[in-house]
């Protein structure tokens, strides 16, 4: 390329507590060109676009904009030069209509009164550089998802970047409706805006991009010049997932018995495809699926906490009435959840509190509880957990990362449940938390628990699990048996990439 880059980060680290986010990560843009990024969950790529936007600051590195060198950004900064961001959340406002959307914040005003004759013609020219037709006086309360992104891509182009981030813009959408997002993304490159483009989707990587750069545990592993359209998405995947084999836990044999848990035809949306699958007694079931494919929906769905539009949850042949996260722990489902920091944990709570809220309805009897009488019956959870503490009654906001995931383990093990459900249940814990955590999974299992684990983290999903379900837009595409599964094959699945995809 002979012109200059309009972006350029240089040797970027980025960390967080206990995790390296972006390490010397490093990566360019040119005017015009769709710079594509990719890499497995956690792999950096939504932390770079952070830190290029002013939401994160980097620990060290470069950031030059148009040939000028920063430390880091701000958001205000990051606007002024010309960088504009497209997250997957939505940020409108649903009762305003297109065009007040779009100039929020930058109200085009004729004497000191909102102009919205010539908002209306300048959104109607930014629709149709693009080649969009949108009814600009709907609200956005009526619009579909997939018109609602392209209400923020036009409220993105109405500030003039030089630079446009997309982050995942198609996740949701069906393949017409994506196929339109890549026609304007192809369009905005057209009129001179670089976009740096992430995806999980490389079909359309490959469609769309001059460039794919692959991230791997937070650094650049390869850049491909996909110019010609012929880059092998093979290798790319391969580049995506490498590891060293010593990453993995080593799980330790045990029997499996016959199917006790089922999930027949479940719907998470109206209109969405049947999930399918079961698990035997003693048997870990991992599920992997990239950003936004449903994974978290299902678990939800199963114990009550999201409503389901049909399909029964069936144990030991009798179908459960699960209505709320109530009625699952009646029926002895635990569900250790992602998020421990808001959902797991009461945090300024005592551990005891903590680790007995949940059995508090089967053990405890009586209107009145002192906390402290408890202590006694929780002696068996805290001591077969370890859990590093002061004391019993210490706040749970107090304890490292790893114990307050065994804290969030350990209120279910005090209920004496038969089902776990464990969502991402090493996330952010030390290595050593990690090993500790895997025993426990490995005892539940060998006690004949059924096991259910939702997983991002590649050596833990492949170590610890009997079978792997893969889940793509809210739909099981595989089930992995033992023989049958390696890094290549889940994101192979995930991803939706055939064996040796190459050009064509």
Same mark, same amino acid.
């Given at each position: 390329?002979?012109?200059?880059?309009?972006?350029?980060?240089?040797?970027?680290?980025k960390t967080?507590?206990?995790?390296?986010?972006?390490?010397?990560?490093?990566?360019?843009l040119y005017?015009g060109?769709?710079?594509?990024?990719?890499?497995?969950?956690?792999?950096?790529?939504?932390?770079?676009?952070?830190?290029?936007?002013g939401a994160?600051r980097?620990?060290?590195?470069?950031?030059?904009?148009n040939?000028?060198?920063?430390n880091?950004?701000?958001?205000?900064?990051?606007?002024?030069?010309?960088?504009?961001?497209?997250?997957?959340?939505n940020?409108l406002?649903?009762?305003?209509?297109?065009?007040?959307?779009?100039f929020?914040?930058?109200?085009?005003?004729?004497?000191?009164?909102?102009?919205?004759?010539?908002?209306?013609?300048?959104?109607?020219?930014?629709?149709?550089?693009?080649?969009?037709?949108?009814?600009l006086?709907?609200?956005?309360?009526k619009?579909s998802?997939?018109e609602?992104?392209?209400?923020?891509?036009i409220?993105?182009?109405?500030?003039?970047?030089?630079?446009l981030i997309?982050d995942?813009?198609?996740?949701?959408?069906?393949?017409?409706?994506?196929g339109?997002?890549?026609?304007?993304?192809?369009?905005?490159?057209k009129?001179?805006?670089?976009?740096?483009y992430i995806?999980?989707?490389?079909?359309?990587?490959?469609?769309?991009a001059?460039?794919?750069?692959?991230i791997?545990d937070g650094?650049?592993?390869?850049?491909?010049?996909?110019?010609?359209?012929?880059?092998?998405l093979?290798?790319?995947?391969?580049?995506?997932?490498?590891?060293?084999?010593?990453?993995?836990?080593?799980?330790?044999?045990h029997a499996?018995?016959e199917?006790?848990f089922? &999930? #027949?035809? +479940?719907?998470?949306?109206?209109? *969405?495809?049947?999930? !399918?699958?079961?698990i035997?007694?003693?048997?870990?079931? /991992?599920?992997?699926?990239?950003?936004?494919?449903g994974?978290t929906e299902?678990?939800n769905?199963?114990v009550?906490?999201?409503?389901?539009?049909?399909?029964?949850?069936?144990?030991?042949?009798?179908?459960?009435?699960?209505?709320?996260?109530?009625?699952?722990?009646n029926?002895?489902?635990?569900?250790?959840?992602?998020?421990?920091?808001?959902r797991?944990?009461?945090?300024n709570a005592p551990?005891?509190?903590?680790?007995? &809220? #949940?059995? +508090?309805?089967t053990?405890?009897k *009586?209107?009145f509880? !002192?906390?402290?009488?408890?202590i006694?019956l929780?002696? /068996?959870?805290?001591?077969?957990?370890?859990?590093?503490?002061?004391?019993?009654?210490q706040?749970?906001?107090?304890?490292?990362?790893g114990?307050?995931?065994?804290?969030?383990?350990?209120?279910?093990l005090?209920?004496?449940?038969?089902?776990?459900?464990?969502?991402?249940?090493?996330?952010?814990i030390?290595?050593n938390?990690?090993?500790?955590?895997y025993?426990?999974?490995?005892?539940?299992?060998?006690?004949g628990?059924?096991?259910?684990?939702?997983?991002?983290?590649?050596?833990?999903?492949?170590?610890?699990?009997?079978?792997?379900?893969v889940v793509?837009k809210g739909?099981?595409?595989?089930?992995?048996?033992k023989?049958?599964?390696?890094?290549?094959?889940i994101?192979?699945?995930?991803?939706?990439?055939?064996?040796?995809?190459?050009?064509?």
């Open positions: 390329m002979n012109e200059k880059p309009v972006i350029e980060m240089i040797d970027i680290v967080f507590p206990g995790v390296k986010a972006l390490n010397n990560m490093s990566v360019d005017p060109e769709i710079h594509c990024l990719v890499g497995e969950n956690g792999a950096g790529k939504s932390t770079l676009m952070k830190v290029l936007s994160y980097p620990d060290s590195g470069k950031i030059i904009i040939g000028k060198e920063y880091h950004m701000t958001a205000a900064l990051s606007r002024e030069l010309g960088i504009n961001i497209i997250y997957q959340e940020l406002v649903p009762w305003m209509n297109i065009v007040e959307n779009i929020i914040g930058q109200e085009i005003t004729k004497n000191g009164f909102v102009d919205f004759t010539s908002e209306y013609k300048k959104a109607k020219e930014l629709c149709d550089s693009i080649h969009l037709d949108l009814n006086n709907k609200t956005v309360n619009l998802v997939a609602q992104q392209y209400v923020k891509i409220k993105a182009l109405s500030t003039q970047p030089r630079v997309m995942e813009p198609t996740s949701m959408f069906n393949v017409e409706d994506a339109k997002v890549l026609e304007m993304v192809e369009h905005i490159a009129n001179g805006v670089g976009v740096l995806s999980h989707f490389l079909k359309e990587v490959k469609q769309i001059g460039r794919i750069t692959v791997r650094a650049p592993i390869r850049t491909y010049d996909n110019s010609k359209k012929d880059v092998d093979d290798r790319v995947v391969s580049d995506m997932v490498g590891r060293e084999a010593s990453m993995f836990y080593e799980k330790e044999f499996i018995g199917k006790s089922e &999930v #027949v035809d +479940l719907k998470i949306t109206p209109d *969405g495809p049947p999930v !399918n699958f079961f035997k007694k003693g048997e870990i079931l /991992g599920m992997f699926g990239m950003v936004g494919s994974r299902i678990a769905a199963i009550g906490a999201s409503r389901k539009y049909g399909g029964k949850i069936i144990y030991n042949g009798e179908e459960l009435k699960i209505n709320s996260p109530v009625d699952s722990i029926y002895r489902i635990a569900y250790i959840t992602e998020d421990r920091q808001h797991g944990l009461m945090l551990i005891a509190e903590n680790l007995s &809220v #949940v059995g +508090l309805q053990r405890i *009586g209107a509880i !002192n906390i402290r009488n408890i006694p929780l002696k /068996g959870v805290i001591e077969g957990l370890q859990i590093k503490m002061a004391s019993p009654m706040a749970a906001k107090n304890l490292s990362g114990n307050q995931q065994k804290v969030v383990l350990g209120k279910w005090f209920t004496d449940s038969d089902i776990f459900i464990f969502d991402e249940p090493t996330r952010g030390d290595v938390a990690k090993s500790e955590f025993k426990i999974m490995t005892r539940l299992a060998s006690e628990k059924s096991i259910l684990m939702i997983s991002s983290d590649m050596p833990e999903l492949i170590s610890m699990s009997d079978r792997i379900a793509r739909a099981i595409t595989a089930i992995l048996e023989e049958d599964i390696s890094e290549n094959s994101i192979r699945h995930a991803l939706e990439v055939k064996k040796d995809e190459k050009a064509g």
